[in-house]
């Protein structure tokens, strides 16, 4: 078939902390994008929900802006067309065959996508409520992301 595909992974995508004028004005710039990215009713949104063991990262349901990909990909999307995805429901075993080399068959890849799809999408919150969730989260720049979150 022919088609295009869009990969966006927003932490390497926007720029991150500590950023120039030049790089804010992109950051706030690509900020108004990201509802569209996020919540159109043709884009999978594949979520990094599993953290590698030992990780001292909070985990994905502690994290802000985590949350606010998760909230606004659950919204508009459909059985037929995108699709939300935790692909941490996968064990990271699945795919491993002797050798330790991965390989896919059709079986898996529908098993893949049941298990992925399942129990993640949440129903849809007032903004006073999507408000006070965040204000239970962590931003890794706390101060300055919630409030913008909070807005987008």
Wanted: with cysteine.
């Amino acid at each position: 078939p022919n088609w295009t595909m869009l990969l966006f992974i927003d932490f390497c995508c926007l720029h991150q902390a500590e950023r120039t004028t030049e790089e804010t004005r992109l950051f706030k710039q690509g900020l108004r994008a990201i509802n569209l990215l996020y919540g159109h009713q043709a884009v999978n949104v594949w979520c990094l929900t599993r953290l590698p063991p030992n990780s001292t990262v909070k985990s994905y349901d502690m994290r802000g802006w985590t949350t606010f990909e998760k909230m606004i990909g659950s919204l508009l999307k459909s059985q037929s067309a995108g699709t939300i995805f935790d692909l941490g429901q996968i064990d990271p075993d699945t795919f491993k065959s002797g050798g330790g080399k991965a390989q896919v068959n059709a079986e898996m890849v529908v098993n893949f996508e049941s298990a992925c799809k399942k129990n993640f999408r949440v129903p849809p919150m007032t903004e006073e409520e999507f408000g006070a969730l965040l204000a239970t989260k962590t931003f890794t720049n706390g101060r300055q992301d919630q409030p913008l979150v909070t807005r987008l």
